[in-house]
T-cell receptor, first 113, second 112 residues
């Protein structure tokens, strides 16, 4: 049982490049989400999904795209990277949106130059 | 709008001391409150989850309390050890989107 896994651990992009951050969980959780963590701003919700085929925007969705074709995977796409997207990205999952504990992945540290 | 505050931002204590970390939130209509630990450059590890109907939860040397009416939670760490050094984050879940609202964290250093 690996929990929540994220790849890559580190990534450097040039402005304008696109990439996909991968997130997978093996706990059969319906709810998955993406957060970014920035100094002085804390963790902020980017997008979330309540099940396969269902996604919605969080607090800071601009510049990011998501899809959920399976229960296990929830990739985050940067369409055209900008320096403002330099951050640490965390994926999280829980059994549902109710009063459940949330489990976080190890994070992806992204630098956009 | 729900806001979560953690005070102090940083704390340094000698090994063996008992300590309390504070978390306050502005809207008492929460589903639950979760305490996390984050080591430098690492992910978030869940420590304790308190449901809105509960007053406290315990795990080993950790005890978390919740007072919804006053909008406060505390994380009590007994007999602190250097291995407890980390940033501690509290987060509340309110609303039906599953979204967590995080505090800025308290960075704890336990000196040998």
């Amino acid at each position: 049982n690996a929990g929540v896994t994220q790849t890559p651990k580190f990534q450097v992009l040039k402005t304008g490049q696109s990439m996909t951050l991968q997130c997978a969980q093996d706990m059969n959780h319906e709810y998955m989400s993406w957060y970014r963590q920035d100094p002085g701003m804390g963790l902020r919700l980017i997008h979330y999904s309540v099940g396969a085929g269902i996604t919605d925007q969080g607090e800071v969705p601009n510049g990011y795209n998501v899809s959920r074709s399976t229960t296990e995977d929830f990739p985050l796409r940067l369409l055209s990277a900008a320096p403002s997207q330099t951050s640490v990205y965390f994926c999280a999952s829980s059994p549902g949106t109710g009063t459940y504990e949330q489990y976080f992945g190890p994070g992806t540290r992204l630098t956009v130059t | 709008k729900q806001e979560v505050t953690q005070i102090p931002a940083a704390l340094s204590v000698p090994e063996g001391e008992n300590l309390v970390l504070n978390c306050s939130f502005t809207d008492s209509a929460i589903y639950n409150l979760q305490w996390f630990r984050q080591d430098p450059g690492k992910g978030l590890t869940s420590l304790l989850l308190i449901q809105s109907s509960q007053r406290e939860q315990t795990s080993g040397r950790l005890n978390a309390s919740l007072d919804k009416s006053s909008g406060r939670s505390t994380l009590y760490i007994a007999a602190s050890q250097p291995g407890d050094s980390a940033t501690y984050l509290c987060a509340v879940k309110s609303g039906n989107t599953g979204k967590l609202i995080f505090g800025q964290g308290t960075t704890l250093q336990v000196k040998p």
